[in-house]
Every structure is written in C-alpha cells, then in structure tokens.
C-alpha cells in the first residue's frame, strides 16, 4: 500500500528522476496510470546512493543547485545530496508542519550539527522563515562546549531548543552540574525540538522532565529531509503532500498490513535536485491510519533501525521492547544493552533515582513476561558520558544503545552492582 501523494505527483517526480544518470533504465519509460504501479519499481538502497555520488543523483543541471549536504555512515564514502533554492523552501515548509509553532517572538538555539548535514540549516531556515531570531550554536564544534550553550541559553532568554535528544539530555545534566535549576533559570524556554535520532518514548519523557517543556520531534534524513512531524498534540504525522510512504517486510518486497511493524521505504515527491525514489530507510516502523485532532489522518512511530535491534533465538528487540524492560525496573538512567551469554540479554543502567527495593521481583517478573533470562548490572550515574569531559571538551557523538557482551562487561566492570 502507498500512503500519500497521487499518480500525478508521482509521475511528475519520475520525469525528474529520470533526469538521473542513476534512475535512467531503472525507471518505467511511460507514465504510471496508478499509484500502486510505484511498487513495481526496484528499491533505491544507501550503497546505490553511495555508489552514484556525488553526481549521479543529480537531476538538474549544476548552475540550478543551491546548496550541497552530506550524510555520513560507517562505511567511509558518504552521500552527496543537493538542493536548488524551491527544494530548500520546501524542506522549510516540511519544517514549518511542526507543532512547535515558530513566531517572531522566538530565539531558537540550534544545536545540530551543521557541518554538511542538512537538519541544521534546513531548521536555522525554518526558522527564519517564520521571523523567529537564530542562534546557530552548532553540535561538534569546540567553540560551543555544554556549558557556553547552556549559559547561552539562560542569558539570551532563549525560547526554543533545537537538538538532538541525546543533546537536550546532556545539556540538562550540565545545567545540573554548573548548579541552575533547569525550571528556574530557563523561564521563557517553551520547547525542544528534537531529530537525528530516535526519541524513545522514556527518553521523551526523561527530556520533558528534565526541562519542563513539550518535546517535538521530526523524522527524516539528510537524504530525503522531514518526513514527518508532530503536531501540537504530540503526534508523529508522515508528511503525506511531500512524500509516498510504504512499510515493507523484512524481505523488502511484501507490503505489511497498516499497524503492523514493517521497515519503511519512502519516495520524495518534490525534492527536484536529487529526487529519490523508493528508498529503503532501514527504519522499523508502524504507519497508523488514524485521525488527529490537527487534521492529519496517519501517524508514524519509529522504533529504530534494524541494526539497533538484538536478536535472542529467533526473537527481534528493537529499541522500543529493550526500552520497555529498562522501564519494567523503573529506572530513569541512560542504560545499553547486549546479548547475555549463552542465552538472553544483558542491560547495564544508570542507576539514579532508582529504587532498590523489590529489585529483584521485578527483573523476575519482567523474565517471566518476556521468558527470556535477564540480567541488569547497575553503574553510578556518570558511567555513560564522564561529566567532567561534559564540562570542558563537550563533544559527545551519536547514542550507542547495543553493544557486544565485551564491550558491555567493559563498561559495567567499575563499581557495578550485579543482580
Ligand atoms: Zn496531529
């Protein structure tokens, strides 16, 4: 099934595409006469984005693109996305979707990455668009270590935090750490808004607690943009003007049901300098069919990519289900997790805040609901991210939550307690 623009529109983004060296002989010569006929096209997947950059993507001339964006994997070469000027205002308007509702009143800080990836600039643009004032502060850079950005936050009474999720939980524990009361001394901060990984719904609610103020978050990809947004009531919309969604098996060709977990594939419909079309996301997914108060009819939940999951036996756990059992203990801390041997999982949590009592029957509840053995080793606060290199360096990368048996007894070796 196809969520989202109609033969029209799909066939004026094929007569872009086509314009691809990449997508020439891959797509259809003739015009779709449905929407359904998309699925008949073969998938786009990163290595053949990696393959064909940093030109063969390209489906404009040269003299009409705008600006040029990177997104960067482990395997070394990235890939080279480009946008002319109408592609960048539409990345604003897929911005401007959001439920965050920017106005001339607000001082948005940005503390995405800006070098070369595109969620920065495309927000800093966003953001300008609606009057609001930019501090462009930027992540992984050493002029804008945890604390300058959290004392900026304070004395330019910003109203709007623009971050990683990681990020704006970091950000609060420096707040912590240089002794300001995240409620208190942030009083014209209004919201967080969140993209570039994915909001767990605890890691949510950490984030709310910890600054007091609604989280709105986007899904995309430097590779396709935006492609969806919450809206004022906290619901994640797929962009369905702006692209074709489809959630896929495993197996990459069979569509799953609506509601079902499926991993999701989507086609930009308006993205003129490098249109991209069926492109495997990786991202596990359900697609809802469900109205919103705001007007929307579908809503996306996003539980990671398929190399974040562990798989026990024949059994997946993808963040979300890693993220239920760290629940199940109540813990509030950052935790990982990896594979138990010879058979089950191992978490290794922060343990702030968390209460000891009856400990030990609720990990023997939760292994008895998942039937799977479990074993939680708890680490003091501070075990994940040292908070002296939070206050002098500052530049953390991306949240790791699996990790090998090793690595996680490495990590839980220092003043653990073992249950
Ligand atoms: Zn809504």
């Known amino acids: 099934m196809v969520i989202g623009g109609d033969v029209q529109s799909i066939n004026g983004i094929l007569e872009y595409a086509r314009k691809a060296p990449f997508y020439q002989g891959r797509l259809p010569a003739r015009s779709l006469t449905s929407v359904s006929e998309l699925t008949s096209i073969p998938l786009t997947t990163k290595a053949d984005l990696r ?212 991993y999701l594939v989507i086609t930009t419909l308006k993205r003129r300098a490098t249109p991209i079309i069926r492109y495997w996301t990786g991202d596990r997914v359900r697609l809802f069919q469900e109205s919103c108060p705001c007007g929307a009819g579908y809503r996306l939940e996003v539980r990671g990519r398929r190399e974040s999951c562990l798989q026990v036996g024949d059994r997946l756990f993808d963040l979300w289900d890693l993220e239920e059992m760290v629940d199940g203990i109540s813990a509030r801390g950052l935790w990982a997790a990896g594979p138990l041997e010879p058979w089950g999982l191992h978490f290794v949590v922060e343990s702030d805040q968390l209460d000891h009592n009856d400990l030990g029957k609720r990990i023997g509840a939760l292994e008895e609901l998942y039937q799977i053995p479990l074993q939680f080793t708890l680490v003091p606060p501070g075990t994940f991210y040292d908070p002296e290199e939070l206050l002098s360096i500052g530049e953390v990368g991306k949240p790791r939550y699996i990790f090998s048996a090793e690595e996680l007894k490495l990590k839980a070796y220092q003043k653990s307690l073992r249950l």
């Open 51 to 262: 393959d064909y950059s940093p030109f063969g993507l390209l489906a404009v001339p040269k003299s009409e693109t705008a600006v040029y964006f990177e997104s960067f994997g482990t395997t070394g070469k990235p890939v080279s996305i480009w946008l002319t000027e109408e592609d960048l205002d539409d990345n604003a308007d897929e911005i401007n979707t959001g439920g965050v509702n920017l106005t001339e009143k607000d001082t948005v800080l940005i503390r995405y990455p800006y070098a070369i990836s595109q969620i920065a600039h495309t927000f800093h643009f966003a953001a300008r668009q609606k009057g609001a004032c930019v501090i462009a502060a930027s992540s992984r850079s050493t002029i804008s270590p945890f604390p300058r950005v959290v004392s900026m936050m304070r004395s330019l009474e910003v109203t709007v935090l623009a971050a990683l999720p990681l990020q704006a939980l970091l950000l609060a524990r420096t707040a912590e750490l240089v002794g300001l009361s995240r409620g208190e001394d942030f009083p014209h901060l209004r919201a967080i808004c969140t993209a570039g990984e994915t909001l767990t719904p605890r890691r949510r609610e950490v984030i709310q607690e910890l600054w007091q103020v609604p989280v709105f978050d986007n899904y995309g990809m430097t590779e396709v943009g935006a492609a969806a947004m919450e809206c004022p009531f906290g619901k994640l919309h797929p962009l369905v003007d702006h692209f074709a969604f489809e959630v896929l098996d495993e197996d990459r060709t069979t569509p799953v049901e609506l509601g079902e977990l499926g």
